[in-house]
């Protein structure tokens, strides 16, 4: 049974960082695409970042240049760290994974990814 245990979430002030974990178990973790998912109140649920299991990334543009993903093998981990954040970047974050490759084509499509965290939330304020 994969599980996903997102941690890290807080309140902070326009333009501090925060730094996301996620806790993997259940799965050969290295075989996955993995990726960070934000739902702001009244939104849909949309993609920020991915990255594959060679350890190649994608960024949402909201958040290119801010944010940076990576994933510890050895810790079965993924972590996003946050930087220069806005109020915008208020809401629920999730971590989620999906067996195999990353498709560039579905990196930021919800439906793609089979296993979700219960998410953490990030709370900016201006």
């Known amino acids: 049974q994969v599980q996903l245990v997102e941690s890290g979430g807080g309140s902070v002030q326009a333009g501090g960082s925060l730094r996301l974990s996620c806790a993997a178990s259940g799965y050969t973790y290295s075989s996955y695409c993995m990726g960070w998912f934000r739902q702001a109140p009244g939104k849909e649920r949309e993609g920020v970042a991915a990255?594959?299991?060679?350890?190649?990334?994608s960024y949402a543009d909201s958040v290119k240049g801010r944010f940076g993903i990576s994933r510890d093998a050895k810790d079965n981990t993924l972590s996003l760290q946050m930087s220069s954040l806005k109020p915008e970047d208020t809401g629920v974050y999730y971590c989620?994974?999906?067996?195999?490759?990353?498709?560039?084509?579905?990196?930021?499509?919800?439906?793609?990814?089979?296993?979700w965290g219960q998410g953490t939330q990030v709370t900016v304020s201006s």
């Open positions: 990255i594959d299991s060679d350890g190649s990334t």
């Open positions: 989620a994974a999906t067996r195999g490759y990353c498709n560039a084509a579905y990196l930021f499509d919800r439906d793609w990814y089979d296993h």
